[in-house]
């Protein structure tokens, strides 16, 4: 157990849906990450929080929503997904965004987008 | 930008043996960091080792080593006495040390351990 919850493990939802991912860790890091895992393919970095504020975007659709209210929580709203969007979305943390320390990964959602 | 290869979709390794899983990498840049994540089925990833490439040492850790060759832009990892609880999915990944918070990962390199 890294300290990084994830919640829910699985998802099913079709593309009229709206649908929230949850991550929650508990150690005291000061930033967060959302990452996108699909089959064969590099893990892509969807969006960076550092003490809350949103450091990083990458270009990521607007069809995905993040959201963190506090350092320990954050979230990923999702509407009107595309069957490509099926995957696994990881959450991470790490002390300091640009202190090169490690990341402490969530087991992630499998979503799958009908 | 970045670019992290793995070449092994797929390795296996007897138990108890040694086996090495390749990375290479393209950058520009002089400094750096190179990590291997490791992806069990728990799906959870665990960073397995680090290397800072201002350092000539190879990274250890326990039965994990790296062999880095900065000149060749490879990082490979090297398992010693493989045991079942390895098999895993294997990421190599790359970070500037230029305040970019971003880790470019390969596409990872299925590890099975054979009993």
């Known amino acids: 157990e890294t300290g990084v919850t994830q919640t829910p493990r699985h998802l099913v939802m079709g593309m009229t849906n709206k649908k929230s991912l949850k991550c929650e860790q508990h150690l005291g890091h000061n930033a967060m990450y959302w990452y996108k895992q699909s089959a064969k393919k590099p893990l892509e970095l969807m969006f960076v929080?550092?003490?809350?504020?949103?450091?990083e975007n990458n270009s990521v659709p607007s069809r995905f929503s993040p959201e963190c209210p506090n350092s320990s929580h954050l979230f990923l709203h999702l509407h009107t997904l595309q069957p490509e969007d099926s995957a696994l979305y990881l959450c991470?943390?790490?002390?300091?965004?640009?202190?090169?320390?490690?990341?402490?990964f969530g087991s992630g959602t499998q979503l799958s987008v009908l | 930008a970045q670019t992290v290869t793995q070449s092994q979709p797929e390795m296996s390794v007897q138990e108890a043996e040694t086996v090495t899983l390749s990375c290479t990498y393209d950058t520009s840049e002089s400094d750096y960091y190179l990590f291997w994540y490791k992806q069990p089925p728990s799906r959870q990833m665990i960073l397995v080792i680090r290397q800072e490439a201002y350092k000539q040492q190879n990274a250890t850790e326990n039965r994990f080593s790296v062999n880095f060759q900065k000149a060749a832009k490879s990082f490979s990892l090297k398992i010693s006495d493989s045991q079942l609880g390895d098999a895993a999915m294997y990421f190599c990944a790359y970070r500037s040390s230029e305040g970019q918070e971003k880790l470019t990962f390969g596409t990872g390199t299925r590890l099975t351990i054979i009993p």
């Open positions: 929080y550092s003490l809350e504020e949103r450091v």
């Open positions: 991470a943390s790490s002390q300091d965004p640009r202190g090169h320390e490690k990341l402490f």
